[in-house]
């Protein structure tokens, strides 16, 4: 309905010899607060000082200028500077409905393009666990993947590893003294016994100042390949990454490809090299390479040190270019958090200027970082909350709170409470603007009632609940007069493709979950109110809870949660 109302504008504006952009048409419509105003508003203001006109005078002249009010609408008035829409709540209510039903979990998805999107999460040390940090990383990076999916994009989800380093070492050097030969077991996971270490290396080293030249003098012998430190490194590392994959399974992750930074970070040089015979670089006093950016406001940036090694920012060169190169990009995003804003606004400035990559074809999709109630955390004191620990931990509050509810087998409740306490977890991570800090609660995530995943999968299993009562022929869909609520359910759910978009568009899992919320409370006022069952408009109903069970189901699975039939 709101691209008929762009259609129509669109002819009006023409007639009016008034130009403006398909595009900005669509951008500057609203929806009004209130009924009495309509469906969608135009504004127009914007046109005041093209026509000479007051805005005013214009919603009148473009309200003329349409003519006769099109089918699909009762009425379209101009009142003051807007000119307001008014739906054919009836047209709108079956065609609504009837596409939800026929599209199911293709409702709102775009057309297939070929266009390659490569997305990079989450990017982990593998010196300690999978952290609530990367939890956050993970939901976002994963939901932004499915957003470009379901607009038809082929998506190519990226790893990096950052496996070297004298973090790194701080681990192997920790494990070396005190390590005891412990390896993983069990009940302990290898990224979480490496984890262990790096934060005994912190411990003894605020004891003992020389550990932290020891812990240079391994790097060193990594990269002088000694073959003692390459044996521990690569059992060290492989612990690390196993229990990652663990993680990543259970909380719904896959890549398509990761790399090593064990094995590109030496890379990149003649990269810059080059760059410097070209001249986009040059070398300072002390014989270091660097890149000028001042015009950019990014001051200057060494790239080789003056004994001629590389910095991390040469290897992310060099990774831009293999990327680039063997996808074929048409825009690579980086999901990493806010601290590293200065050096991807240096890395794309450098890609555009060595013409790796345009400039318009990379994003640093940064987020807030993630508190808990009692502040920020921090890898070395071991104030971090893992992970694993934070799944299995909300996972036994869902499970206590279902053996309240009901009895179920011991399967069934393993399965049912980790779909409910990831649903928790993702949603609470996501419902906040990703530009923003946020503080996570776990008690407050699990809630069955409010602002919460659990109670998005409830609303779910309420509809799913309601249409497993009754069987219904596909027939017309008859209703007598609709009600408001019931309007209100309908409107709500033929916003979900312009919801998609806005999301895509911004790159904001925080649209779609913020839209889940108030679609699932839009139903759940609807069922209160108007019973399904034996009721005048019962067929209508059906129709319209089976609309909403897939359209909830459609947004929940963009952010990466999994519906449940039951709760």
């Not at 410097?276 to 390479?289: P, Q, S």
């Not at 991390?312 to 190169?325: C, E, G, P, R």
């Amino acid at each position: 309905m709101k691209e008929l109302v762009v259609k129509i504008l669109e002819s009006a504006l023409k007639k009016e010899k008034i130009k403006l952009e398909k595009d900005k048409i669509l951008e500057l419509i609203e929806i009004p607060r209130e009924a009495s105003l309509g469906d969608f508003a135009f504004p127009c203001f914007i046109l005041a000082s093209q026509l000479k006109s007051s805005p005013n005078q214009i919603a009148i002249k473009l309200r003329e200028s349409i003519g006769k009010t099109p089918k699909e609408f009762e009425d379209i008035q101009s009142v003051g500077p807007y000119l307001n829409f008014f739906v054919d709540r009836k047209n709108l209510a079956i065609k609504t409905v009837q596409e939800v039903i026929k599209l199911k979990d293709k409702y709102g998805k775009g057309k297939t393009n070929k266009k390659n999107i490569m997305i990079e999460f989450p990017s982990p040390n593998t010196n300690k666990p999978l952290h609530l940090g990367h939890l956050r990383n993970m939901s976002i990076g994963e939901s932004v993947s499915r957003i470009y999916e379901f607009r038809g994009y082929n998506v190519i989800r990226s790893n990096l590893n950052n496996d070297r380093g004298v973090h790194i070492c701080k681990s192997m050097l920790a494990y070396q003294k005190w390590g005891e030969k412990k390896e993983p077991t069990k009940d302990v996971k290898g990224d979480h016994l490496v984890g262990d270490f790096y934060v005994l290396f912190a411990k003894k080293a605020k004891e003992n100042t020389e550990l932290e030249k020891e812990a240079q003098e391994m790097l060193q012998k990594w990269e002088k390949k000694d073959k003692p430190t390459l044996e521990l490194w690569k059992k060290m590392n492989k612990w690390s990454l196993d229990g990652f994959k663990e993680t990543y399974k259970k909380f719904g992750i896959k890549t398509d490809i990761e790399y090593f930074e064990s094995q590109i970070y030496t890379k990149g040089k003649e990269i810059i090299l080059d760059g410097l015979k070209k001249g986009i670089f040059k070398k300072n006093d002390e014989g270091a390479v660097v890149i000028d950016l001042s015009k950019e406001n990014l001051g200057e940036k060494v790239l080789l040190r003056s004994d001629g090694t590389s910095i991390y920012i040469t290897q992310d060169i060099y990774l831009a270019k293999l990327k680039f190169d063997e996808f074929k990009l048409d825009e690579s995003i980086y999901v990493v958090a806010n601290e590293q804003n200065y050096h991807f606004d240096v890395l794309f400035s450098i890609l555009d200027k060595l013409k790796i990559a345009d400039k318009n074809k990379l994003h640093h999709l940064a987020y807030g970082m993630v508190n808990l109630p009692e502040g920020r955390m921090k890898s070395r004191e071991g104030t971090v909350v893992d992970a694993d620990d934070l799944i299995d931990e909300l996972q036994n509050l869902v499970k206590e709170n279902l053996n309240e509810r009901y009895k179920l087998t011991k399967q069934e409740l393993e399965k049912r409470s980790l779909k409910i306490a990831l649903s928790a977890l993702k949603y609470f991570l996501l419902k906040v603007d990703i530009k923003k800090n946020m503080i996570f609660n776990p008690k407050e995530s699990i809630s069955f009632d409010g602002d919460t995943g659990p109670y998005l999968l409830y609303s779910y299993a309420r509809a799913k609940s309601i249409l497993r009562k009754v069987k219904v022929d596909k027939t017309d869909l008859f209703f007598e007069e609709l009600e408001e609520k019931e309007i209100e359910l309908v409107k709500r759910i033929s916003e979900f493709p312009s919801i998609v978009e806005k999301s895509y568009e911004q790159k904001n899992p925080a649209i779609i979950a913020n839209y889940s919320y108030q679609l699932a409370q839009t139903f759940n006022e609807f069922y209160h109110v108007c019973p399904v069952m034996d009721s005048d408009n019962e067929i209508f109903r059906l129709f319209l809870v089976e609309a909403f069970s897939i359209t909830l189901k459609n947004s929940l699975a963009l952010l990466g949660i999994e519906t449940l039939e039951e709760m």
